[in-house]
């Protein structure tokens, strides 16, 4: 797919693509804006549906999943995104937040 330039905003002269690696907080936030327009429009809703399930691929045969780490502040009784890395698939992950696919959402989906 040929992706087009963003030409708008803090992030002009950028690719969607470029920008979810780069900002994708701004990106989730645009598109539920409706910031994109036309074909802008277009790819962003099939970058929105690709960012919210990326398959872990196996490594060294391996399932792979990714873990999401949260905080959580017993203060204020709120959680708080931490990080997300890749965990091999194994016995004693059910306390574990991990999911088969990588959500780009997920960190904006902790802020406040």
Known sequence: ???TTVNFGKHMGLTLPQIIF???DWFF????????????????????RRARSIKVPPR???T?????VIH???RTGTDKFGTMRLIADGPGLE???VSSVIDF???????S
């Open 29 to 48: 936030y645009a598109y539920e804006k409706g910031f994109f327009k036309g074909e802008h429009a277009r790819q962003a809703h099939k970058l929105y």
């Open 1 to 3: 797919m040929q992706w």
């Open 22 to 24: 780069k900002d994708a």
């Open 72 to 74: 959580h502040d017993f």
């Open 64 to 68: 792979m999943l990714v873990e999401y």
């Open 105 to 111: 959402y997920i960190p904006r989906s902790y802020a």
């Open 60 to 62: 060294n045969g391996q």
């Open 95 to 97: 306390r574990l937040n």
